[in-house]
C-alpha cells in the first residue's frame, strides 16, 4: 500500500451559521489540520458601481448603506464628503462635530457586532445577547436623527436634513452614561477569561509586512502593530480637533483584534463625548443649493422654491467635471471612493475601495495549518461584511 | 516630493511617462502600459519613494479614446503619508498588461475584478478569473457598451428623466 496522503474536500458554505453572511469556503483539510482553502465570492452581487454610473448624486447614498450594513452612516457620511470634495464645499464645524458623533456611534455599532461575534463562535453566547441591547439603543438615536435604523441614508450632500433634536442629544447622552458599564461587564466576561484568551491568542495571526503587503486597514492592520489610521493620517471632518488614542496590536492575531476593537469602542465614547460637549451653535447645513432642498412652506407656497426642489429630486444637477479619491476610517478599514464625474448628473465612474473586499483574500493564509474551528475565529475576528465585499 | 517622482521616474523610463498633474486632488502620473510594472516596482522598491502600499486597483473605460480601457493604481507611502495616483491606458483590442501582484499580495482579488468588469488581461496573474459574476458570463459588464437599462425600452422617455 503505498503512503500517499489523501485530503478530504469539505464545503463550507455558501449558506453556514458560522460564515455570518454567503461565503463559501472549499476547505482541503488533512484531519482536522487546513492544508488550503479556496474562497468563492460574490452571492451578493449587486454592481452597485455600474448603478451609480446611471443616478443623481444624492441617490447613491442609499448604495452606500448597503456596502457596510453594520455602520452605515460612516459609509453615507464618507460618501457625501466626496462630492464635498469634488465641489470644493468646506463644512463648519457644527456639521463636522454631528458627523463625528454619529460615525463613532457607527464604529462602536460595528465593533459590538463584531467582538461579541469573536464571542459566540468561541462558545459564549451571552456576551452578544448582551450587548445588541446597546447596540438597539444606537439605532434609536439613528431612528431620532434620520428615521431609519440599519440603511440610514443619514445627512445630505453639504450637511444634514435637521439638527439634532433635543431628544436625540438625551438620548446620545443616556448612552454615553450606560455604555461603559455595559462594556466592563462585556470585558469581564471575555477579556481575560482563560478558556477565550485559549481559543483566540495566536489564532489566525498576521505579520505586520504581511499586513501591508495584503492591503489590511483598519483594526485588522493596527492590531498587527501598524499605526494606520485616515483620521489621522488624512484627518477628514475635523477629526484633528480631538484628541484619542490608537490603540496598537502585537502579533495580529484573533485575540489583538478583539482587544484592538474593544480599545476603539472607549476611544469611540470619549470622541463622541468630547464632540456633543463642544457642539458649537449654527447651521447644520451648508449653503449648497445644488443639493439642499428648499425648506418645505416654500416649495408649498413658491413657484421658484418647488422648481427648485423638484429639480434636485429628479436629479438635474450638473456637477463640474473633476477626479476625487477620498477616504475615511469605516469600521473595518479604509473606505475609499474614487470618482470621476465628467459633467453630467451621474458620475462617470464610481469606484468603491472596500476594505473587507481587500483583506478577506488573505484568509488562506491566515487559516492555513490551523484547525477548522480556529478558522472561523479567524473569519468572524477579521470583521468581512457580505454586503461590502461583494459590493 | 512630486518633482522627486518625477524626476526619478523620467530618469529611468524617460519617455514612458507622459504627464505628471498636481492640479487635482492627487498627484497622477500617466505612464505608457508596458512600463506599468516596472513603473510600480521603481516606487515601490526605491528607498527614497518607498511607496508601500497599494490602496486600490480599477479599472475605467473612455470608449471614445484611441486608448479606451485604463488602469489606475492609488499607492500610498505611510511615512511621509503621501499619496500617488498612476494611471495607464491600453487598447482595446488587445488589453493586455503585466500583473503586479508580484509586488503586491493584495493586487491578486483587485486584478481579478478588474478583469471581470473590464475584461482587461493582466499577465502572469497567478489565478486571473472572474470574481463577482459568474462563470459563464461572456462580456465585461462595466464597459460603457453596456447600458445600465435595456436601451429597447420604450416606455421610459429619458427627456422626462432629465438624462
Known sequence: MSEEKTYTTLNLGPIHPATHGIFQNVLTIDGEKIVNTEQTIGYIHRAFEKIAERRPYYQIATLTDRLNYCSAPINNIGWQMTVEKLLGIKTNKKIDYM??????????TDHLICNSVIGVDSGALTGFVYVFQERERVYEIYEEVCGARLTTNMGRIGGFERDFTSTAIRKIKEFLERMPKVLREFEKLLLRNRIFMDRTMG???ISAEKAINYGFTGPNIRAAGVDFDIRVMNPYSSYDDFQFELPLGTNGDTYDRFCVRQEEIWQSLK???NALDNLPEGKHFMEVPAFCLPPKEYVYSKMEALIWHFKIVMGEIEVPQGEVYHSVEGANGELGFYLISDGGRTPYRLHFRRPCFIYYQ???????????SDAILTMSSMNVIAGELDG | ?????????????????FEADNTSDMFTITVSYPVIHGVIKELKENPQLNFMFLTTLCGIHYPDRELPLGVVYHLHNFHENKRVRIKTFLPSDDPTISTVTDLFATANWMERETYDFYGIIFEGHPNLKRILNVEYLDYFPMRKEFPLEDPTRE???DRFFGR
Request: charged share 30%; net charge negative.
Open chain 1, 99 to 108: 458627523r463625528i458623533i454619529l460615525m463613532e456611534l457607527a464604529r462602536i
Open chain 1, 203 to 205: 489564532v489566525g495571526p
Open chain 1, 271 to 273: 470622541l463622541i463625548r
Open chain 1, 362 to 372: 488573505a484568509l488562506p493564509e491566515m487559516i492555513r495549518g490551523g484547525v477548522l
Open chain 2, 1 to 17: 516630493m512630486d518633482s522627486e517622482i518625477t524626476g526619478i521616474l523620467k530618469a529611468k523610463f524617460d519617455l514612458d511617462i
Open chain 2, 155 to 157: 416606455d421610459k422617455d
